[in-house]
């Protein structure tokens, strides 16, 4: 997975890769001979707010989501956590029910919901204006999968409307800008540490544990909002981590009242926002 988001990055940066207008149309519907195939020996990352949505919607801690259905480890090359399906990767997923329909499908993760649609994104360079580039494509055909079949026509602005992918886009987007943040102007690849990728596990998959501890109530901090200001917080903590380790624009904070600091502001952005 990790090599097949390299090879489409390149593809992107170099233009090889032909990307789709929001006005193409194609056509495609799920059949009831191939339901649930899609769903089987299949590796499906998952952001931050992926795993947010579907613990939520089964009524359980996101340690604990982790835990009994994803495979979650650091990425050795730039030192960031990770997690994706766990039963998925050998068999079917652990939602497919016996119809091969989806048991969380109102919370499935964004690329379950966008198939057959992919999308690629780049961290464009300052000289280039900065900000992501985005281009979107159709996931090269597979053979278990009759859903071209079917005679329902979409543009890819009606298929992500219909999938209700914008949104998901958007927050996925402040996650990956915080990971392009980190591994190129802090240039986290020097100091990335697996406790600095423990202390960052809360603020990426346990929302629920951060509420209970500063206690900000749902009803207080809608869900979407506090998602960003996780993001915004992780994006202040490491920018004071890498100060500490003569990295990026923090660089000569003290350590010992630096630590003190990054806590309580990282505490003053999720209650104050």
Not at 135 to 146: D, G, I, K, Y
Not at 224 to 232: H, L, N, S, V, W
């Amino acid at each position: 997975m990790q090599k097949y988001r390299r090879e489409l990055l390149e593809s992107l940066a170099e233009g090889s890769l032909t990307g789709l207008e929001m006005n193409h149309q194609f056509n495609f519907e799920c059949q009831d001979d191939c339901m649930g195939r899609c769903c089987n020996t299949i590796s499906i990352m998952l952001d931050p707010w992926d795993v947010e949505i579907m613990a939520r919607h089964l009524g359980m801690p996101g340690r604990d989501f982790l835990k009994e259905y994803c495979i979650y480890e650091i990425d050795r090359g730039y030192g960031w956590p990770f997690a994706r399906f766990r039963h998925a990767e050998k068999g079917p997923c652990a939602f497919m029910l016996k119809d091969g329909k989806c048991r969380v499908y109102p919370a499935r993760s964004r690329n379950c919901r966008t198939y057959p649609l992919g999308r690629a994104v780049r961290a464009k360079a300052p000289e280039e204006g900065g900000g992501l580039e985005e281009m979107f494509f159709m996931v090269e055909r597979q053979p278990f999968c009759f859903g071209n079949r079917g005679r329902r026509t979409w543009t890819i602005q009606d298929w992500l409307d219909d999938a209700d992918a914008l949104k998901m886009y958007q927050l996925f987007d402040l996650y990956m800008d915080v990971i392009n943040y980190c591994t190129g102007e802090l240039q986290s690849r020097a100091w990335m540490s697996d406790a600095v990728s423990s202390m960052m596990a809360p603020l990426l998959f346990g929302p629920d544990m951060l509420r209970e501890r500063l206690n900000i109530d749902p009803d207080q901090v809608g869900h979407e909002e506090f998602y960003r200001r996780r993001m915004k917080a992780l994006k202040a903590v490491l920018t004071d981590i890498a100060g500490g380790f003569g990295f990026g624009p923090a660089v000569g904070g003290g350590k010992e009242e630096g630590s003190v600091k990054i806590m309580d502001r990282m505490k003053d952005i999720l209650v104050n926002g």
